[in-house]
Antibody, heavy 118, light 110 residues
Framework: EVQLVESGGGLVQPGRSLRLSCAAW????????MHWVRQAPGKGLEWVSG????????IYADSVKGRFTISRDNANSFLYLQMNSLRVEDTALYYC???????????WGQGTLVTVSS | QSALTQPPSASGSPGQSVTISCSGT?????????VSWYQQHPGNAPKLMIY???KRPSGVPDRFSGSKSGNTASLTVSGLQAEDEADYYC??????????FGTGTRVTVL
């Protein structure tokens, strides 16, 4: 069974950093692009960032560009999101998801909550 | 990148049909047919319901169907059931490996 499990969320002050991790099971991790999507409390889904299977192609939403860095460890099937200079508006549940060949996201992890507050 | 536009809410009685629209610009949808739809029940992660405009993953009931015309995609749920009550989001590949989600629609089964 394909599984994605996020971790690393928590309460952090504005301006500080946090690193999210996503562990993957049940598929050949290095065959797939991976993405992060977030959802602020009570709000809709927002695409955050994506990375190709070999890390050669990386892209970010304008809202996080220059502050967040996506990376992956294919040897151990992990996806990461380094978040720097965090802002109150980055508060959200962060989901890790596998991008399939049809440019769709499936499956999704259960999410890890990031709260940015003083 | 602005979110794709969806109606905030839609509703129908059990057995009826409901259609959710997802509107954007030509740059949102591009020349691609990479539109997908996700169902999200409260407290749960999103679940893929439709991909590549109209394809259904295995396990998704054929009551769910998708279509696209110009810069508007649609999701239709036929034969509404109580378990269909959820939030639904569209998503489009916007080129350059970037993606955009819709604003979301809450479907209520009356």
């Amino acid at each position: 069974e394909v599984q994605l499990v996020e971790s690393g969320g928590g309460l952090v002050q504005p301006g500080r950093s946090l690193r999210l991790s996503c562990a993957a099971w049940g598929f050949t991790f290095n065959d797939y692009a991976m993405h992060w999507v977030r959802q602020a409390p009570g709000k809709g889904l927002e695409w955050v960032s994506g990375i190709s299977w070999d890390s050669s192609d990386i892209i970010y939403a304008d809202s996080v560009k220059g502050r967040f860095t996506i990376s992956r460890d294919n040897a151990n099937s992990f996806l990461y999101l380094q978040m720097n200079s965090l802002r109150v508006e980055d508060t959200a549940l962060y989901y890790c998801t596998k991008r399939n060949s049809g440019r769709h996201f499936d499956p999704w992890g259960q999410g890890t909550l990031v709260t940015v507050s003083s | 990148q602005s979110a794709l536009t969806q109606p905030p809410s839609a509703s129908g009685s059990p057995g009826q049909s409901v259609t959710i629209s997802c509107s954007g610009t030509s740059s949102d949808f591009g020349a691609y047919n990479y539109v997908s739809w996700y169902q999200q029940h409260p407290g749960n992660a999103p679940k893929l319901m439709i991909y590549e405009v109209k394809k259904r993953p295995s396990g998704v009931p054929d009551r769910f169907s998708g279509s696209k015309s110009g810069n508007t995609a649609s999701l239709t749920v036929s034969g509404l059931q109580a378990e269909d009550e959820a939030d639904y989001y569209c998503n489009s590949y916007a080129g350059g490996n970037s993606y955009v989600f819709g604003t979301g629609t809450r479907v209520t089964v009356l």
